[in-house]
């Protein structure tokens, strides 16, 4: 052999790896990306605005008070539902089919989240905070908005998936990537409601 | 026009495979195979590239000639020459680099490259081309609603983007923001596929390092626009909601911030630049590995190299922004960044020429397109550096260096790379070999014009001549006669370079009438999608010849073989080397 020549090593006739993910998984992980850095981008406009606030006072002293407190109790009910989702999506991953009970549980309480916060929207747009009645009011309803339009194609998802596994054809792939949305949809609300609420 | 004829044969190709979907021109538009999906996207950009030629051509004109009655488009006026300068920008970027780039050769060239039948989700990728599709149209539509187009700059910056009072065009500019926005929805749906057919549908044996070098570019690059994408989406959210109801995000009156836009616009467009640059990159790389007959050289590094380049491209934005009125000190911070991410592309540039260095090397267009890419980005490239140093940019921002300095990256990325990648998989993608002459002879009345057009910017960028001025004579200090032969030549080598596109045209419909057959491999490479038939079936092998893979796509003259090349599929002899 000249110098300098490459040995290339022999490989036998190779089979096809394993994967690290499903298909799915892997896609809808992605998603979840984009749809994080789309909510950073979100919450770096609203620090910034509330950073440029008139002698730094935050909330505008005329506006609407956020309800803190009755929120909290939105929040513990979405909370919650996420865990009765991963409790019963690692059951069907361990292949118990009777989850069912559980699936629906989480997507009643996801939707209980949902309708308690459009109750809570409907007060305060009594009381004055509306989209453009300041850059609080815009904030507010475009960021958590935009996360409740989420919940509402992630509650949509999760229905879905509980229809599909009442007739048995759910596969543990489908319910992975469903759940994992709304694992997403859970996990970001704390921050908002953190950011946005407080 | 030419193409669409040709495409549709290839839809022909496809339609005994198919299953009982809809009918005709219907049944085309709901394939599910990415080479049909890669050839919509592909032809679709082409289109667009037109109109966006078009569009440089009326403004060029008028540049040159102020006030003449330009043929085929009439006087300008200066709401007009803005809306042709802004959705020049636009369509060149969004509707031209990354759909024939990434989205056309992309879809192309990830399962063929990989060894997979199709992408992994199918369905997901002609949503994809769906709305990529009803984008264009919202862009084109914009264009001709009352009041024109959004005229603001394809950087749309507000006040101006924000309030139809300063603008003039409450229509042409919330369509414009919900065109882009709807293209990039289409090519996240399309990342997603890139990176998950990647990951999981690779040939039996197909390590991360047997991958071909254009599809790692093309995936890193799906990954960069994934992740700075969002804000930027966020941002196009509460521009709609200022445009339409009022809000006042970026309107400082109301407590907002227009710089905020800014930032968010930059995040995503500076490492934007590296989503349509990559693939051109990776483009540019297999061919001068195939005509130069040699390995590439480094491919690990150019791999690591690529990913930190990726990362590096997030903590650049603000160089765009130094006159901004941001803090002197960020700038410095940027100042620093951006003259450190000029380090992994000069690298880059390195190992092609260390790739090329000691090979047997073929002049045919697709190699001349590939060397003339490294050339003219290297000249992008380094004037990217005096822009990046925050002291030397108060003088130059926003002058014609910077248009300049942009073209000589946007052009060979989006033109001559989709030239390049053109010629060099044509024969697969229509199973005709193209006339090696007349590609020729239109690269060299593409690339001499360009240049022609290009430099005297430059010249006239140090010279002090601003951007997006409808009518220099306006400026006595910018009126001076040479200036104005500056711009002529320029308008000029512009019109010569648009009359040379008719030689691809007639080249492209004489291969496909007259042009001989393509064999499997015409150009004798490694990679995958050159070991089944050109155009490759549905499916792209018969089900019992998938692809296996035994090596790297870049074994090229290895010692003691006959052939100069060593397909990434031929199993290797036991025992040997
Ligand atoms: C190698 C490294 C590069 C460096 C150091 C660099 C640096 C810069 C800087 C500092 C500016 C801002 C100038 C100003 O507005 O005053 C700029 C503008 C620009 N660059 Fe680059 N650049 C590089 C590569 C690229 C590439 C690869 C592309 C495109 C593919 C690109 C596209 C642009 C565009 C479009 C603008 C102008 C944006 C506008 O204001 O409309 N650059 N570049
Ligand atoms: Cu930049």
Redesign the interface.
């Known amino acids: 052999m000249t110098a300098g020549a490459r040995i290339i090593p022999f490989r036998p006739r190779p089979r096809r790896p394993e994967k690290m993910m499903s298909n799915g998984v892997l896609g809808m992980l992605l998603a979840v990306f984009v749809e994080v850095m789309l909510f950073a981008g979100f919450i770096s406009g609203f620090l910034i605005v509330k950073a440029r606030a008139v002698g730094s006072v935050w909330p505008p002293p005329d506006q609407p008070r956020l309800p803190f407190e009755r929120t909290a109790v939105n929040t513990s009910f979405l909370i919650v539902s996420g865990i009765v989702l991963l409790i019963a999506h690692r059951a069907y991953q361990r292949g118990n089919k009777s989850v069912g009970p559980a699936l629906l549980v989480a997507t009643v309480l996801g939707a209980a989240f949902v309708a308690m916060q459009g109750v809570e929207w409907v007060a305060l747009l009594r009381e004055g905070l509306t989209l453009t009645s300041s850059l609080y009011g815009s904030l507010f309803y475009t960021i958590i908005g935009a996360h409740a339009v989420h919940a509402v194609i992630a509650i949509g998802l999760l229905g879905w998936a509980w229809l599909r596994l009442q007739s048995g054809r759910l596969p543990r792939e489908h319910l992975s990537v469903v759940a994992l949305f709304w694992y997403f949809v859970v996990l970001i609300w704390p921050f908002l409601y953190f950011q946005v609420y407080l | 026009m030419v193409e669409p004829a040709v495409d549709l044969t290839h839809g022909q190709h496809h339609d005994d495979h198919a299953d009982h979907g809809p009918q005709g021109w219907l049944k085309y538009l709901w394939s599910t195979d990415h080479k049909v999906i890669a050839m919509q996207y592909m032809f679709t950009g082409m289109f667009m590239a037109l109109v966006g030629g078009f569009m440089a051509y009326v403004f060029r004109m008028q540049l040159a000639f102020p006030g003449i009655d330009v043929p085929g488009f009439g006087m300008v006026s200066p709401g007009e020459y803005n809306a042709l300068v802004t959705n020049h920008g636009t369509i060149m970027i969004f509707w031209v680099a990354m759909p024939v780039l990434l989205a056309a050769f992309g879809n192309y060239l990830i399962p063929l490259m990989v060894g997979a039948d199709d992408m992994?989700?199918p369905k997901?990728n002609r949503l994809s081309f769906q709305v990529f599709f009803v984008s264009t149209i919202v862009i084109l539509a914009s264009l001709v609603v009352e009041g024109g187009g959004f005229a603001g700059a394809w950087t749309a910056y507000p006040p101006l983007s924000a309030d139809s009072t300063y603008n003039l065009t409450p229509l042409g500019s919330t369509l414009w923001v919900i065109g882009v926005g709807l293209e990039f929805v289409a090519f996240?749906l399309g990342?997603?596929?890139f990176?998950?057919t990647l990951?999981?549908s690779?040939a039996?044996?197909m390590r991360a390092f047997d991958v071909p070098i254009v599809v790692w570019m093309i995936v890193v690059a799906s990954i960069l626009f994934?992740?700075?994408?969002?804000?930027?989406?966020?941002?196009a959210?509460?521009l709609i909601?200022d445009q339409t109801?009022?809000?006042?995000?970026f309107n400082p009156a109301?407590?907002?911030?227009p710089i905020?836009w800014q930032?968010?616009f930059w995040f995503f467009g500076h490492p934007e630049v590296y989503v349509v640059l990559l693939p051109a990159m990776g483009v540019v790389i297999e061919i001068i590995t195939t005509f130069a007959r040699k390995?590439v050289f480094a491919y690990r590094t150019v791999i690591f190299t690529v990913v930190a380049t990726g990362v590096l491209s997030f903590f650049v934005w603000a160089h765009h922004q130094f006159i901004a009125g941001i803090d002197p000190r960020m700038a410095n911070i940027f100042t620093i960044t951006t003259l450190l991410i000029s380090v992994p592309i000069a690298e880059l540039c390195f190992v092609y020429i260390a790739t090329l260095y000691g090979g047997s090397i073929t002049l045919n267009t697709p190699m001349l397109w590939a060397l003339a890419f490294v050339a003219t980005f290297l000249i992008g490239g380094v004037t990217g550096i005096f822009l990046g140093a925050a002291g030397a940019d108060i003088y130059f921002h926003d002058t014609y260096f910077v248009l300049a300095h942009f073209h000589y990256t946007f052009f060979p990325i989006a033109i001559i790379g989709a030239f390049a990648a053109i010629t060099y998989w044509f024969p697969k993608m229509f199973g005709k070999m193209m006339d090696d002459r007349l590609g020729k002879i239109h690269f060299w009345g593409t690339i001499i014009p360009f240049n022609m057009i290009f430099i005297p910017l430059f010249v006239l960028g140090m010279g002090g001549q601003h951007r997006r001025i409808y009518n220099y004579s306006h400026f006595p200090e910018l009126a001076l006669d040479w200036f104005q032969d500056m711009r002529v030549l320029a308008t000029g080598s512009l019109l010569v370079m648009l009359a040379f596109q008719s030689v691809f045209f007639y080249n492209w419909y004489k291969t496909i009438r007259h042009g001989p057959k393509a064999p499997k491999n015409p150009w004798k490479a490694n990679s995958l999608e050159w070991t089944t038939e050109s155009p490759p079936p549905h499916g792209n092998w018969r089900p019992d010849e998938m692809p296996?893979?035994?090596?790297g796509p870049y074994?090229y003259s290895?010692?003691?073989r006959e052939d100069d090349y060593w397909p990434q599929n031929e199993?290797?002899p036991?025992?040997?080397?």
């Open positions: 992994v989700f997901v996240l990342g997603i596929n990176i998950t990951m999981n690779r039996p044996g994934m992740l700075s994408v969002g804000p930027l989406l966020a941002g959210i509460m909601f109801i009022g809000t006042g995000f109301m407590g907002g911030d905020l930032h968010l390995k296996v893979v035994y090596r074994e290895t010692p003691d199993p290797s036991r025992g040997s080397a």
